[in-house]
């Protein structure tokens, strides 16, 4: 048998033809900034007074609402989606809201008369560059509080077509007071009526329920001094 010779590469032939570690290129289009810096590593103070533009929340919020309506059989079921996608975006307020707090008054609400105060006046505000339009108590059930808004932001840019007249999609707003509450430890269930009135006719009322657990530990506490 003829021996096995090693053979030898030929002249001017790289001398390694394996190929090397293929780059792949970015795919996912995200330009990265020169400090090699994102989002993530920004102060939560430095976009405080920050605002987004209108045309492009009334855009993305249109969008979650085409995309709710597609996966559900009827009203109330598409206004407790739009609840559940605010849940955990008022999660997450309360306490980047507490943190934008001074030193002297970073103080998680205990009782419900300041978190009420919270919600219509801190939270409106970060959301809606404005306080709530009134802050009720419910005459005949103890566990409730109505914040009225005569405006929401979220309906302005929403058309409702005849045969879902009964639907607000204030119920995302809803969704997020649901979630501060919960948070800050008092669990209520939130939800969002349409009051129309002659001079307000897009007039929303969200009504906050509290658990029964909630008025009992409040009564134990006693007034607020």
Not at 113 to 135: E, G, I, K, N, Y
Request: with cysteine; proline share 7%; aromatic share 8%.
């Amino acid at each position: 048998m003829a021996s096995m010779q090693s053979k030898k590469p030929l002249p001017g032939a790289a001398a390694d033809q394996r190929p090397g570690p293929v780059q792949r290129a970015s795919t996912t289009g995200l330009k990265v900034p020169t400090n090699k810096k994102t989002i993530y590593d920004r102060n939560l103070n430095r976009s405080r007074t920050a605002e987004l533009s209108r045309a492009s929340f009334a855009f993305l919020f249109s969008e979650m609402v085409s995309y709710a309506q597609k996966r559900v059989s009827g009203i109330a079921d598409l206004e407790k989606r739009l609840n559940n996608q605010g849940y955990p975006i008022g999660m997450r307020l309360l306490d980047l809201l507490l943190y934008r707090e001074p030193a002297r008054s970073q103080q998680r609400p205990t009782r419900i008369l300041p978190l009420l105060t919270f919600l219509s006046q801190t939270l409106w505000r970060h959301l809606f560059s404005r306080p709530a339009d009134a802050v009720e108590s419910a005459t005949d059930n103890e566990r409730q509080y109505m914040i009225s808004d005569n405006e929401p932001l979220v309906n302005q840019y929403i058309s409702v077509p005849k045969e879902m007249s009964a639907l607000n999609c204030a119920a995302f707003v809803a969704g997020i007071i649901e979630g501060v509450c919960d948070g800050a430890g008092f669990t209520a269930e939130v939800t969002a009526q349409s009051v129309p009135s002659e001079m307000w006719p897009g007039r929303t009322i969200f009504v906050i329920e509290f658990k029964e657990g909630i008025v009992e530990r409040e009564a134990v506490l006693g007034p607020l001094k």
